[in-house]
């Protein structure tokens, strides 16, 4: 039966750089209109863990993350069309500036046709600060922009001021003043993860409400004009046609330690066929049982001493390595694997020691990037965001490859079932592969 054009209202939120208020903004705004009794589905550009966890909670609906080279643009087609299907009002946050990386936010405001709403931080300028929305309203002709909302705005005159010297086609959406109350709370990977501060976010989202009422601009208190949603040529939402881990059961570690998991990825192993379990390597002091094991990254470095203290879950997962069952440790779930963590603080923990090799956080600096991990299994498309070093780890099985840099990206470890690497993977950018990794074989068909 052929799909039919949905329309929903929709915007996109975009800044002339990171660090404007997006986040704050968008959550706003969804608990706002989820509050009027709206369904609202909100998408964030590029591969994000934390600012969905957030957006999740203001919104009360799963949100999902958008990039045309990590997940291709059928599959970003789809997701946005099945959420018209359901909402109200579709909010999509961007990453980074307007412009910035490939694809951009503004690539993918184009390609599905959302008008987009720049988010600006005037403090410290104000005809600049229209002099900047109206270069970037104007910079590509294929990007629709609706208006410009001020944020950190310090008066009435210093919005005036800024509403005068805009062109009539780019309306000040609102002018938001300064307030730490509806600041969200953030670590060195970003903002931290919204269960560890629910309570706190709950507070911040009806202050950001409020926040929102006060702005003497109300352009953004209604809901956006509809946009022309398309189906895809494929429903990611069916079932595909091979369902390669039928009857396998994947355990994997979610907790405070290990949560950098993409909605999307789970959602991929039971198209598959597998069935889902979780277990908290902090908490549980044995493994449920299980075909494969996903330890996934997050926070291991501020756990250290408890992972290292569990030697319960540390023998139960050391056990099921010596199955030789399949088993995938990303970024902290590979710092997880290797003999020894160090801290921010400069301790050093044991950990699984299932990966030789030593793990240390390093500050701020950090690594990050698109990356297409090549493995046996095939290319599986993913991100590197990182801000350790591992040492003394055996040789690499591959590397992976950065999406526009000729060097070689992150390594890539396979020794017995285990695979393990700092890049983080996005199983629907290749389904076969991510089947093959969990069931332990070089390709499918394929014995390891």
Not at 243 to 260: E, N, W, Y
């Amino acid at each position: 039966m052929s799909q039919e054009t949905i329309y929903c209202p929709a915007i996109f939120l975009t800044a002339p750089a990171s660090n404007q208020g997006k986040t704050t903004i968008t959550a706003a705004l969804a608990r706002y209109f989820t509050k009027q009794g709206k369904v609202v589905r909100v998408f964030k550009t590029g591969p994000d863990y934390l600012d969905p966890q957030i957006l999740a909670q203001a919104s009360q609906q799963p949100v999902e993350q958008l990039d045309i080279w990590m997940a291709g643009d059928d599959y970003c087609q789809d997701r946005l069309y099945q959420a018209a299907k359901v909402a109200d009002l579709i909010l999509v946050e961007g990453a980074m500036g307007m412009f910035d990386g490939e694809p951009s936010s503004a690539d993918l405001a184009a390609r599905f046709g959302i008008p987009m709403a720049i988010v600006m931080d005037v403090k410290g300028m104000a005809q600049t600060a229209a002099a900047l929305a109206t270069g970037l309203a104007n910079f590509r002709a294929d990007v629709t922009v609706v208006g410009l909302i001020a944020n950190r705005c310090g008066s009435e005159r210093h919005a005036e001021l800024i509403r005068d010297a805009l062109p009539a086609s780019l309306p000040l959406l609102a002018t938001l003043k300064r307030d730490e109350e509806v600041t969200l709370p953030e670590r060195h990977l970003g903002l931290v993860q919204a269960e560890e501060v629910a309570d706190e976010l709950e507070l911040r989202f009806e202050a950001a409400v409020d926040w929102l009422q006060q702005s003497n601009d109300d352009g953004l208190l209604s809901l956006p004009e509809p946009v022309a949603f398309l189906p895809a040529e494929r429903d990611h939402a069916e079932v595909p046609a091979k369902r390669h881990l039928q009857g396998k059961t994947i355990a994997v570690a979610k907790d405070a330690a290990f949560s950098f998991i993409y909605d999307a990825n789970l959602n991929a192993l039971k198209s598959l066929g597998a069935t889902i379990v979780f277990f908290s390597p902090l908490k549980d002091s044995h493994l449920p049982a299980a075909d494969a094991l996903w330890l996934p990254g997050g926070y291991p470095e501020l756990h250290a001493k408890t992972l290292s203290e569990n030697t319960h879950m540390r023998l139960a997962i050391q056990a099921f390595f010596a199955t030789g069952k399949p088993l995938l440790a990303e970024c902290g779930g590979m710092l997880y694997s290797l003999e020894e963590l160090t801290d921010l603080e400069g301790h050093c923990y044991p950990m699984l020691g299932i990966l030789p090799g030593q793990g240390a956080m390093r500050g701020k600096r950090g690594c990050q990037g698109m990356q297409t991990a090549v493995v046996p299994q095939g290319d599986i498309r993913g991100h590197a965001h990182h801000r350790s070093r591992s040492a003394n780890t055996p040789e690499p099985v591959g590397y992976g490859r950065r999406q526009r840099h000729p060097a070689p990206g992150e390594a890539i470890y396979q020794q017995q079932g285990l695979t393990a690497s700092y890049l983080h993977l996005f199983f629907p950018s290749n389904l076969e592969a991510t089947a093959a990794l969990f069931l332990g074989v070089n390709r499918l068909g394929e014995s390891a």
